[in-house]
C-alpha cells in the first residue's frame, strides 16, 4: 500500500527527530559558527568530478546537493559568503546558485560575487540564484504584484540547451515573489510561467544558465532531467559518484591518518555509527575496538542483533556492556524529558571512559558525523577534543582523542547505499530513527521504570511485527510506541481494569524536516491495538496520534 510523504521540507528537524542510536558517538562535535570556510573542506577522490552549491539561505539548498549526488556527481555546499578561491581550490566542473528567501532588493540581501561567473564553469541559477545572476548582469527584477508558491506551469518557448528533450508545457514548483522581466544582454529567454514573464534562461556562450523553479523538488517532474543535462551535457560531468567508490575512498583515507594506530568506535546499533565502524574495520582489521553500551533502553532484542552482526557475522573485535541496572539507578525519580537525556548522556560518559581505560592506547575515535552536521554546525575541525554530542549529552573536554569521521561527506540516503554494499544486514541498514535516550524519554511524563519500558518494549514490538508483516516499514520514516503516565479504566473478562495506554505514532517524510502522519489501514490498527491489549496484561487502551510536523515533532519529547 502507497502512504503519502511529506516531499517538501519548510523547517530545520529538531534533534531528537534525527538521533539514531542510544550509545552512539555517532553526530558530529559541536563546533563554532563562524569557523573559517576552509574547514567545510570534505576528503575526496580528486579523480571525482565535483559541482559545488552555493546556498543563499534556501529550505532546498541541502536538497539540491543531495539530488546532484544521486545523479552520480559530488557535490559540496558551501555558504555564499565564499570568496571565489575557496570556490576555485575545489577545481570544480560546475556552479549551482540555490534559492533563498530574500528579496534582492532587501538591505543586507546576499550579493553575486561577479569573479565566480569568470571562473570559465558553467553557472546555473536557481529561483534566487537566478534573480540574482540576472540582477548582476544588468537584467531586470523586480517585486511582482503577486507571488508565485507552490505548482505552477512552464511554457516553454525555446529548449535550448538547457531545457532540451523536456515538454513545450511541464508542471515545476515555484517560490519567489520577485520576478525576472527581461533576461540581460546576451541571454535567450526559454519561457515563461503562471507568474513569471522569464522562467528560465541561458547564455551558451558564457555557460550561465538560470531557472525561476525548483529542479530539485519532486513537483517538479523533469527536474532530475535538466539537472542530468547541466551536469552531464553542458558541465561535462562524469558520473562516479556510488557507494561502492565511497568505499574505496575512505578506507584509503582512514589507513592514511590511522596508520598502526589503535582505534574505538562507541556502537550503538543505528546505521551511523554501524556503517562507520565496518568502514574502519574494513580498512584497518582488528586495530579497531567496538565499545556497545547495552542500558536497557533499547527495543527489543536490538542489543542481541547488534553483538550478532558484529561480534559473530563480521568478526570485529566488540566490548559489550550489560548496564541496564547503572542506567536505571540513574533514572529514579526522573520525569522531565532533559533531566533523563542529561542523566543517561553522563553514565554513558563513566561507562565508556571506564571501557576505553581498559582498552589502553586507543588514540582515535570513530564518529558517524554526517554531511548534514557539517553544514549545520558552520564546519568541522576533522580532528579535535569531543566538545558535546547531542545523542548523548556532552563529552567532556579532557576526553581528548583524534576523531576519525568517514561519513564526514555523506548524507543519510548515502550512508544506508553504503551500508548496503558492505554487507549490513538489512535490518540494521534501514532501522528507522531512534533517540539517543532510546524508550527512556517516551515513557512521557513519568520515571522511566523497567516495568513501564518492559511495557512499552512489548508494545513497541508488536506494533514494529505488524508493520513489518504489512510490508509497510520501508514506506515509513518512523513508527513507534509512546507510554504517557497516564492509566485508563477498561473491561476485561466482565472485570474492571486499570491499565496503561499505548500510543501508536506512525509518520512518512522524507528528511525529519515536515512530516505527515501515516494513514495505515484500518484493519492493521485493529489488529495491532487486539494484540497489544491481549498480549500485554498492563496495557488496556490504545490510541492513534494524527499530528503532522508542523505543528508538532515527530518525538514526543
Not at 41 to 59: H, I, K, S
Not at 180 to 206: C, N
Not at 229 to 244: H, K, P, Q, V, Y
Not at 359 to 378: H, K, M, N
Request: hydrophobic fraction near 40%.
Amino acid at each position: 500500500m502507497s502512504l503519502s510523504k511529506a516531499d517538501i521540507p519548510s523547517s530545520p528537524p529538531r534533534s531528537s527527530d534525527l538521533d539514531d542510536g542510544g550509545a552512539s558517538l555517532g553526530h558530529g562535535s559541536a563546533v563554532a559558527a563562524d569557523q573559517p570556510v576552509e574547514e567545510l573542506a570534505l576528503e575526496r577522490d580528486v579523480a571525482t568530478d565535483e559541482v559545488v552549491v552555493l546556498d543563499y539561505g534556501g529550505q532546498y539548498s541541502q536538497l539540491i546537493a543531495r539530488r546532484v549526488r544521486e545523479l552520480g556527481v559530488f557535490s559540496e555546499l558551501l555558504p555564499h559568503h565564499v570568496g571565489v578561491e575557496e570556490v576555485r581550490k575545489r577545481s570544480p566542473k560546475g556552479l549551482i546558485l540555490s534559492g533563498g528567501p530574500a528579496s534582492v532588493y532587501a538591505p543586507g540581501a546576499p550579493r553575486l560575487d561577479p569573479a565566480l561567473l569568470e571562473l570559465g564553469i558553467p553557472v546555473l541559477g536557481i529561483c534566487y540564484g537566478m534573480q540574482a545572476l540576472v540582477l548582476t548582469l544588468g537584467g531586470r527584477v523586480e517585486g511582482a504584484e503577486v507571488g508565485e508558491f507552490g505548482r505552477s506551469q512552464l511554457t516553454v518557448t525555446e529548449h535550448g540547451r538547457l531545457l532540451a528533450g523536456t515538454p513545450d508545457s511541464q508542471a515545476c514548483w515555484m517560490s519567489h515573489r520577485d520576478t525576472v522581466y527581461a533576461a540581460p544582454e546576451g541571454f535567450a529567454e526559454l519561457g515563461s510561467s503562471t507568474e513569471s514573464p522569464v522562467a528560465a534562461l541561458e547564455d551558451v556562450g558564457r555557460g550561465l544558465y538560470g531557472i525561476q523553479f525548483h529542479p530539485e523538488v519532486v513537483h517538479t517532474p523533469y527536474g532530475q532531467q535538466i539537472l542530468t543535462t547541466f551536469l552531464e551535457d553542458i558541465c561535462g560531468c562524469e558520473r562516479t559518484w556510488s557507494a561502492a567508490s565511497i568505499i574505496d575512498e575512505q578506507v584509503a583515507a582512514i589507513r592514511a591518518q590511522v596508520g598502526d594506530g589503535r582505534v574505538i568506535c562507541g556502537l550503538s546499533g543505528g546505521v551511523d555509527s554501524s556503517v562507520a565502524a565496518l568502514l574502519v574495520h574494513r580498512a584497518i582489521g582488528d586495530q579497531l575496538t567496538c565499545v556497545f553500551v547495552d542500558h536497557g533502553l533499547m527495543r527489543q532484542n536490538e542489543g542481541e542483533q547488534v553483538i550478532a552482526a558484529f561480534r559473530d557475522h563480521f568478526k570485529v573485535p566488540l566490548v559489550a556492556v550489560d548496564a541496564e541496572s547503572r542506567f536505571l539507578d540513574r533514572l529514579k525519580g526522573m520525569s522531565e524529558p532533559e533531566a533523563k537525556r542529561k542523566a543517561i548522556g553522563a553514565e554513558f560518559i563513566r561507562v565508556f571512559e571506564e571501557e576505553a581505560a581498559r582498552i589502553g592506547d586507543a588514540r582515535f575515535l570513530v564518529q558517524g558525523t554526517l554531511y548534514s552536521d557539517v553544514i549545520e554546525s558552520g564546519g568541522g575541525t576533522g580532528a579535535a577534543t569531543i566538545k558535546s554530542h547531542h545523542n548523548v549529552g556532552g563529552l567532556p573536554e579532557d576526553l581528548e582523542f583524534e576523531l576519525v569521521e568517514p561519513l564526514r561527506a555523506l548524507f543519510k540516503d548515502e550512508v544506508r547505499a553504503v551500508g548496503a554494499e558492505l554487507g549490513l544486514p538489512e535490518r540494521l541498514v534501514w532501522r528507522q530513527p531512534f533517540p539517543g535516550p532510546g524508550l527512556a524519554i517516551r515513557v512521557v511524563g513519568g520515571e522511566a521504570t523497567k516495568e513501564r519500558l518492559d511495557t512499552l518494549r512489548a508494545a513497541d514490538a508488536i506494533l514494529q511485527d505488524e508493520i513489518r508483516k504489512a510490508g509497510l516499514y520501508r514506506e515509513l520514516w518512523q513508527s513507534f510506541c509512546v507510554l504517557p503516565d497516564i492509566r485508563t479504566v477498561g473491561v476485561q473478562g466482565d472485570e474492571r481494569t486499570y491499565g496503561y495506554l499505548i500510543a501508536i505514532r506512525a509518520v512518512t517524510s522524507d528528511d525529519a524536516m515536515t512530516a505527515d502522519w501515516a494513514r495505515l489501514p484500518y484493519d492493521l490498527l485493529e489488529q495491532i491495538a487486539s494484540r497489544m491489549i491481549n498480549e500485554i496484561r498492563e496495557v488496556n487502551r490504545v490510541v492513534l496520534d494524527i499530528t503532522s510536523k508542523p505543528p508538532g515533532t515527530i518525538e514526543w519529547e
